[in-house]
């Protein structure tokens, strides 16, 4: 007899800020199979190499499965009165700030939403952030400064919709593979011109009709002189800017002065000149142009800078919130998005309320019912770390990320773990930080959990259960709850599941709550259960009625005090930390098409490790000459902060001088080669997001035994 089909469950993939919508069921041999939603506006249903093989990472091999403490199973009930006594000792010994939440894009909306309501509204600290700070924060302060508020203002068909899209710092092809399908196909439809910006060439480079391989760190003399060539071609809209903006005169001051010509930006940046009029000539004729950028610009101690360099260019021209035009930012993690809405940042409040007005503090304080709340930024993840390192930080709390590998200047970080008093872990699988934890929770992963997430066009999807729970483990969101109430805090983390969480969320997220901000999901603050259940995808903000905006500032409205955006007036500076005889090579950082952040998941995938088994350090022929090194030959790389070993690939890739190496090693895989322990923690002072694209090296050839 045939078995019965099985349902499909409408879910979101876990990995990039594409967001793209999944069909998964269980088959009846007990596999997972997945295959792209064809109604999931994000993907049509398509899934890149990651997303078609989320089937093969559900198994339990290497799962958390029983809480430990002290590397010993323990009871849920013995653990979470363990971690809320040690968490509350701390704070009434040493105070609120002696405690700190390290979270994640990974986490669901909801989860996001409690863990800032505890830390921020209940215990009393700011002390909460993410390891989105390392992936989009100079973005996030970007928009504040520009539009007064966080706000993404295209959406994805703008890919589709543009005569000329500039990918600026981001290999789309590799690291949001679906919505560079979507451009390629309108490119063969339209003609779209593809213009990138990046050192390396990559292989979105390699498609590219104009390849700019800038030298680290010099976006901004780039799109300053890109602002300074639209006003001397007399293609500002002058109509916009006197309506809408203000401040061009001096940010155009500040950008004839980096860039009095072509030839002079050429210079700085290491490019050919007639490159550079090319790309200029190209976005002044384009009225539909946008710009997309990602990590390659955020990842910069001047990232919110170079942020600000782009939008300046799109205010200029008007060329924003209309169809195919305006500055993209693409997120890199499936929920960082979601992480700003709710407030996960330690400089965000909550729902796009800020530590800046007294009047949001009140706002907030009220509606959580937290007269005890944070009046104050916490910490941003480099200084956290820091805090957790030398005692101001005694007991640390890390859900689902490993910033034992992840974090720039990782050999500190892990030093940092060893030496905080309570360091408490909650994840799906063991992992490098997971070594350091005195208290392992085992956490719920996707296909077993059920949320929300906010991809990097602001779409609100579900993540859907498909699986049981295995073992015990318990999904994040109630793990949380279950330590508040044990904290005393029982009366504000009563919910009993997501839906619940959400529409309080929602009721938050309001107009009425938050004044004049643009990121409004009200509407959904009375969601039944069985509305949450068949949510459908949809981009806020969202009306009343349900209705919900696609691209915002179409009109020339933004959420300042007067309604206009703000030119920022930028200079070029250097990286921080130069090349010189000691450290000549200038090492970059990133991502592989087929992996994902700490390979906790996809390194698990034989057909993903199959194109690259191994991390390779790829550095140009003539530094391979200079070195005498040759294909496969061993290197040791290290920066000031750290060692490294990996195998050489000389590779066209590399302008002479610079090097790549993948985020994604750890000594769990390849000793000692993974970029973390030699990424610089040196970071942007406005966005406290660290230089991941940038640090001098020096390499040496290493004799094998
Ligand atoms: Fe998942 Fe991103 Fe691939 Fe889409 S593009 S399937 S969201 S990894």
Known sequence: MQEPAVAEVRTTCPYCGVGCGVLARVTPDGSVSVRGDPEHPANFGKLCS?????????????????????????????????????????????????????????????????????????????????????????????????????????????????????????????????????????????????????????????????????????????????????????????????????????????????????????????????????????????????????????????????????????????????????????????????????????????????????????????????????????????????????????????????????????????????????????????????????????AAGWGEKSGTVTNSERRISRQRPFLPLPGAARPDWKIVCDVARRMGYGHAFSFDGPAAIFREHAALSTYENAGERLFDIGAFAGVTEAEYDGFTPVCWPVSRDGASADRLFGDGCFPTADGRAFFVAVRQQSVAQAVDATRPISLNTGRLRDQWHTMTRTGRVPRLMSNAPEPLLEIAAEDAIRYELADGDLASVSSPYGLARAKVKVSSSQKPSSAFLPMHWSGQFAANAGAGPLATPLADAVSGQPELKHVPVKIVREEVA
């Open 50 to 442: 990651k997303g078609m093989a989320l089937g093969e990472t559900t198994g339990l091999e290497g799962r958390v499965l029983a809480p430990e403490i002290g590397g010993r199973e323990a009871s849920w009930d013995d653990a979470l009165d363990l971690v809320a006594r040690r968490f509350t000792d701390t704070v009434g010994r040493y105070g609120p700030d002696s405690v700190a939440f390290y979270v994640s894009g990974q986490l669901l909306t909801e989860d996001y939403y409690v863990a800032n309501k505890l830390m921020k509204g209940f215990i009393g600290s700011a002390n909460i952030d993410t390891n989105s700070r390392l992936c989009m924060a100079s973005s996030v302060a970007g928009h504040r400064r520009a539009f007064g508020e966080d706000i993404v203002p295209g959406i994805y068909e703008d890919f589709e919709q543009a005569d000329l899209v500039v990918l600026a710092g981001s290999n789309t092809a590799w690291c949001h593979p679906i919505i560079y399908q979507r451009l390629l196909a309108a490119r063969r439809k339209r003609g779209t011109k593809i213009v990138v910006v990046d050192p390396r060439r990559t292989a979105t480079a390699e498609e590219g009709d104009l390849h700019l391989a800038i030298d680290p760190g010099t976006d901004v003399l780039l799109f300053n002189g890109l602002l300074a060539h639209l006003a001397r071609s007399n293609v500002i809209d002058e109509s916009f800017v006197a309506g809408r903006t203000s401040g061009l005169a001096i940010a155009l001051d500040a950008a004839a002065a980096d860039a009095p010509s072509i030839e002079s930006v050429a210079e700085g940046c290491g490019l050919n000149s007639g490159d550079v009029r090319l790309f200029y000539e190209l976005f002044a004729a384009t009225e539909r142009s946008i710009t997309v950028y990602s990590q390659g610009v955020n990842q910069s101690v001047h990232g919110t800078d170079k942020v600000n360099a782009i939008i300046n260019c799109h205010l200029a021209t008007g060329r924003i919130g209309r169809p195919g035009m305006g500055a993209f930012s693409v997120t890199g993690q499936p929920n960082a998005m979601g992480g700003r809405e709710v407030g996960g940042l330690a400089n965000q409040l909550a729902a796009h309320m800020s530590f800046e007005s007294t009047q949001d503090i009140e706002t907030v304080s009220r509606f959580w019912n937290a007269p005890n709340i944070a009046r104050k930024a916490g910490l941003k993840a480099v200084d956290l770390f820091r805090a957790a390192g030398d005692g101001r930080v005694k007991a640390l709390w890390i859900m689902g990320t490993n910033p034992a590998v992840s974090m720039p200047d990782a050999g500190r970080v892990r030093a940092a773990l060893k030496a905080c008093d309570f360091v408490v872990v909650s994840d799906i699988i063991r992992t490098d930080t997971t070594r350091f934890a005195d208290v392992l929770l085992p």
